[in-house]
Every structure is written in structure tokens, then in C-alpha cells.
């Protein structure tokens, strides 16, 4: 099974844990990362914050901030998507986005929600820098590793 499935799968468990008791908020905690699912009330008031690489899945924050391939300068940092999942520039669809080009960031700025089996992942930079280009439009779907945001760094 590749880890793509055995990330699915795991997070569908942790799901089916909340639903079958009843839980609204779980947070999960090892050396290789944290995670914390929060039950959406309608719209995404509250996103679930996600931290470190999920089972199977060898990626830290060095990784999810690599430098960017050709075509851009050498000096660049590329924000991938940490999860399969729906991309979303903003909190809600009337919200303004988390960020637009030329809007500097943090290591801890919320930069897009990704989506994945109904809960809702809060997305932070783990970078200093100013957005220099965001790669995927609002309601796109993104894979694990995909570029999503060209930073220069700070």
C-alpha cells in the first residue's frame, strides 16, 4: 500500500474514532508530527490546525519549504501541500483570502485551508518571507507535494 493510501486510511479511522464516540475535537501527538481534527459547524469558523508530517509521509518543514525548481530564482522557497485534499485561499467563501502576493508571512501566518474528508486543515507558512505567487486557484483540488505558494525568503 503506498503512503498516500495508508494516510487515508489512517485519517478515516481517526474519523471513525471521533464518530463512534461522539467526539468533537481530537488531537493526535508523535515524534514524527501532530495532527488535531475538529468537527466543522457549517461553515469553517474554526479550522483544524495540522502540524508535521502524517504516517507515512516523510515530510517536515524543511521539505514542505523547498527551494523551487527552474524558472525561478535560486533563492526561493515553494510551500507544498502537506495532504491530499480541496484547496482554500480563505476561512469562508464571503472571507477575504489568508494571503495575496506581496503580503509578508511568518513561520506560524495561516497561509490556506486544505480540505480533506470533510475536515478542514489550517495551513501555516514554517517560513519567513513574502508571497511572491500562489499556484492554485481557490476550490482546486491539490495532492501531497504539490506546489502551492513561491515565497522569498525574509
Known amino acids: ?23 468533537v475535537e481530537l488531537e493526535v501527538e508523535d515524534e514524527g508530527g501532530r495532527i488535531r481534527l475538529r468537527k466543522a459547524e457549517g461553515r469553517i469558523e474554526r479550522p ?18 523547498a527551494p523551487v525548481a527552474a524558472g525561478h ?9 502537506p495532504m491530499v485534499g480541496t484547496f482554500y485561499r480563505a476561512p469562508s467563501p464571503d472571507a477575504d483570502p489568508f494571503v495575496e502576493p506581496n ?6 501566518s495561516v497561509i490556506c485551508i486544505i480540505e480533506a474528508m470533510k475536515v478542514y486543515n489550517e495551513i501555516k507558512a514554517e517560513c519567513k518571507g513574502v508571497v511572491k505567487d500562489i499556484l492554485v486557484a ?6 501531497y507535494g504539490q506546489p502551492l505558494f513561491i515565497v522569498e525568503p525574509a
Open 48 to 65: 483544524v490546525v495540522y502540524s508535521g508530517p502524517l504516517p507515512g509521509q516523510a515530510a517536515g518543514p524543511a521539505e514542505q519549504a
Open 103 to 108: 503580503d509578508a508571512i511568518e513561520d506560524e
Open 1 to 23: 500500500m503506498d503512503d498516500d493510501k495508508k494516510t487515508r486510511k489512517w485519517l478515516s479511522e481517526l474519523i471513525e474514532l471521533m464518530k463512534a464516540n461522539d467526539l
Open 138 to 143: 481557490n476550490g482546486e483540488p491539490v495532492e
Open 73 to 81: 530564482r535560486e533563492n526561493m522557497i515553494t510551500i507544498k501541500s
